[in-house]
C-alpha cells in the first residue's frame, strides 16, 4: 500500500508541474498569436495545475499540523484527533 501511495504522490506532483508549464506555454502562445481557442485552453491547464497543486499542499499542511497521526479508521467520528 505505501508504495502505491508513493507512485500516486509522484504522479500528482508531475501533473501539477506539467500543468503549470503548459498553462505558461499556452499563455505565451496565446500573447503572440491572439487565437482565441489558446486562451481556453490556457484556462483549461490552469484550472488543472490549480487543483492538483491544492489538493498538494493541503495533504503538506495537514501532515505538518496532525504529525501523520490521524486515526483514519474511526473518520466518521468527530472529536477522533491523536495528537
Known amino acids: 500500500?505505501?508504495?502505491k501511495v508513493a507512485i500516486?504522490?509522484?504522479a500528482m506532483k508531475r501533473v501539477s508541474l506539467?500543468?503549470?508549464l503548459l498553462t505558461i506555454?499556452?499563455?505565451i502562445l496565446f500573447?503572440?498569436?491572439e487565437?482565441?481557442?489558446l486562451y481556453d485552453i490556457t484556462i483549461t491547464f490552469g484550472t488543472i495545475a490549480y487543483h492538483f497543486t491544492i489538493r498538494l499542499m493541503?495533504?503538506?499542511?495537514?501532515?505538518l499540523i496532525m504529525h501523520n497521526k490521524r486515526n483514519y479508521r474511526n473518520s466518521n467520528r468527530i472529536g477522533e484527533w491523536n495528537y
Open 1 to 3: 500500500i505505501i508504495r
Open 8 to 10: 500516486m504522490a509522484k
Open 18 to 20: 506539467i500543468t503549470l
Open 25 to 27: 506555454v499556452s499563455y
Open 31 to 33: 500573447k503572440a498569436t
Open 35 to 37: 487565437l482565441s481557442f
Open 58 to 63: 493541503i495533504g503538506v499542511i495537514v501532515d
